[in-house]
């Protein structure tokens, strides 16, 4: 069993990455990939902790990118996975990722600015102290639950932080195009994640958007994750092999930041097999 999908408290998970190797030698995966937001931090700090326990570490990162639909129109969110089998990526490509840090702080920033004017008593060096480089919305979220303007963490994006509600703002994202290109250039394989988040909202467009991103340059398709159920799992295989297209798979852990969700396990609805990391390094190569 493997989990190629997972996130460190270097980006908005709650489990530093020595404990994330220790957890997932406890629990007998195989492989691990650490896939933290726009960051490796998370990956360079566990590297010494799975090389001294053996533990078979991957490379990884999750872009969040957008597809512009219409120069008025808000682009949807699409997050892409970069697997990096071979080596970790370059020094340019950790410089382009310092550039999305300080886009995530700017939006960062308007958004206390937004929660204060709705007289929400959030700032962001609190906000920062909880997320440091990598702080975002999840990290708002706990704020305002700890200081009482939410009774849960869910209510938070409810009520005021996902895209429909009313302290959103936008982010400087790559577009899609962009970053695919970026994660190949750096030597990865990028990956579309959690395809169902795209699926479900929009059936009938997403085959021809997923040909799309195929032609862009995307070289595979995360087909096992937590949100999938098992007829989700037939249809992202079958897309997988009809526009030729590898399979990757993780749980998405973030520790406690998403309760119940367990590591190799998801919510007991996930078992990655080895063979799909053999099938990636054999793609790879």
Known sequence: ??????HTDESDGTTPPSQLVEAAVRIGLEALGITDHDTLAGYDAAVPAARSAGLDLICGIELSTKRKRAAAARGRSIHVLGYFLSAPPPNDFRAWLEALRLARRDR???????????HIDVTLPEVERMGRSQAG???????MLQKGY??????AFDRYLDESAQAYVERDEPELEAGIAKIREAGGLPSLAHPVRLSRRHPAAFEKDLA?????????????HSDHLPTDVELFLSLANRYGLAVTGGTDYH????????????YGNVSVPRQVLDALRVRCR
């Open 1 to 6: 069993m493997i989990d190629l999908h997972t």
């Open 108 to 118: 960062n920033r308007r958004l206390a600015d937004r929660l204060q004017a709705l």
């Open 137 to 143: 919305r999840p990290h708002f979220a706990k704020v």
């Open 150 to 155: 939410v009774s849960t963490l869910q209510e």
């Open 212 to 224: 799309d991103m195929r032609d862009m340059g995307l070289g595979a398709i995360e087909v096992y």
């Open 255 to 266: 520790g406690d930041n998403k309760p119940g969700l367990e590591l190799g396990t998801g």
